[in-house]
């Protein structure tokens, strides 16, 4: 009876031990704890040009399944402000804190948005990302025809109406969403927001980027917005950058990598 209380406590003692070593040795691999759900922060996702929230349906099941509250937001592609305002009502809505996800034009909305106090970090989706006075039209000016990199062939025809811009059926198919099944990229194409020539020249005036992490997508395939270019924006507002391989719409295309990138963002303490 002895030996066994004896060996026990020994065991116990062990088990312990090594407790202890596996939480304060430097070197040894320690598990960090999921968040629970009411820790989780609400993923506001941001739609680029020539789409509308439906850009983001493949993604959302996913973030669903791990326990996160998804709203994907209906910009308006009338103004900076007027789609500033619309992510900053669906903050509104939110009682704890917010990952602010943007693809393309999306990006600049949340560069924006993104200095609420709710949010805690940004992500870039295949998304311009720009400094204080910048705009689209300054920073594809500046890598395009000043810098000489080479450009990408989507947006070379575009039709205008009373202000207007969308991509023709052709260009979707071949650049926008060359890498989706042809029956889909050609919903795109029917159901695509028109988007105002003022957002072009747009400027930021406080990039949140500055004062939040922020996480980058680079889609290396994009046929939109140069893959260069898009790496050049990551590795200024010092993101943490992953490359996949995929065109613009990489959330559609890829969306389980996406989401992946989203997931690092919300574990960010």
């Keep these: 009876m002895k030996t066994t209380v004896f060996k026990s406590a020994a065991m116990s003692i062990s088990a312990m031990i090594i407790l202890l070593l596996s ?15 009411a820790e989780k922060p609400t993923i506001i996702l941001v739609h680029g040009a020539f789409a509308d929230g439906s850009s983001w349906n493949k993604v959302i099941p996913i973030l669903q399944k791990k326990g996160y509250q998804a709203i994907a937001v ?13 992510v900053e009502r669906a903050i509104s809505e939110v009682k ?39 705009s689209i039209d300054s920073i594809s000016r500046e890598a395009y025809a000043e810098r000489k990199i080479l450009n990408v062939p989507g ?3 575009p039709v205008i109406t009373d202000g207007y811009i969308r991509l023709k059926e052709d260009a979707i198919i ?24 003022s ?5 930021i005036t406080v990039p949140a980027w500055k004062s939040k992490p922020s996480f980058y997508v680079v ?30 719409v990489a959330m559609l295309s890829k969306p389980a990598e996406v989401a992946e990138v989203i997931f690092k963002a919300a574990g960010v303490k």
């Design 219 to 248: 889609a290396d395939h994009d046929q939109i917005i140069s893959p260069q270019v898009e790496a050049e924006m990551a590795k200024k507002i010092h993101a943490t950058t992953v490359h996949i391989p995929a065109s613009h």
């Design 23 to 37: 939480t304060s040795l430097p070197g040894v691999a320690q598990q960090k704890p999921a968040l629970n759900d």
């Design 155 to 157: 947006f070379n025809d």
């Design 199 to 203: 957002t072009l020249t747009a400027k």
């Design 74 to 86: 209906q910009n308006p592609l009338t103004s900076l402000g007027d789609d500033v305002a619309a």
């Design 96 to 134: 704890g804190k917010v990952i602010l996800v943007g693809h393309s034009w999306g990006g600049v909305v949340i560069t924006q948005a993104g200095n609420n106090d709710k949010v805690k970090a940004l992500v870039y989706v295949a998304a311009y990302a720009p400094s204080e006075g910048q």
């Design 174 to 197: 071949k650049y926008f969403a060359q890498d989706l099944p042809l029956q889909e990229a050609k919903n795109i194409a029917a159901g695509q927001g028109r988007f105002h020539v």
